[in-house]
């Protein structure tokens, strides 16, 4: 059983920042990658930004330049630094990770979501 533990959101006024943190515990024999999504009301889930276990990072455009994820291997943890934050950031905010359970084949895992929310 592998589970991934969200912390860090809230309410910010914009321009603010806020940093998000997702622990993976559980039977894990590897992780790789690990990332963000988020949902807003009404619309799709859609990726913020992911690492891979050698560090390689990826955003998408909106984010580009004004968040920051990062991760910590040995913890199993990945974070996500979010900084001139916007009303369009608004949404729930998904940790995923892409995990390899010994006995068993790799698959996806989710986190149970955080709110962050973005007053103008």
């Known amino acids: 059983q592998v589970q991934l533990v969200e912390s860090g959101g809230g309410l910010v006024q914009a321009g603010g920042s806020l940093r998000l943190s997702c622990a993976a515990s559980g039977s894990i024999f590897s992780i790789n990658p690990m990332g963000w999504c988020r949902q807003a009301p009404g619309k799709q889930r859609e990726l913020v930004a992911a690492i891979g276990r050698g560090g390689i990072t990826s955003y998408r455009d909106s984010v580009q330049g004004r968040f920051t994820i990062s991760s910590n291997n040995a913890k199993n943890t990945v974070y996500l630094q979010m900084n001139s934050l916007k009303p369009e950031d608004t949404a729930v905010y998904y940790c995923?990770?892409?995990?390899?359970?010994?006995?068993?084949?790799?698959?996806?895992?989710w986190g149970q979501g955080t709110q962050v929310t973005v007053s103008s």
């Open positions: 995923n990770a892409f995990v390899v359970v010994p006995g068993r084949g790799p698959a996806d895992y």
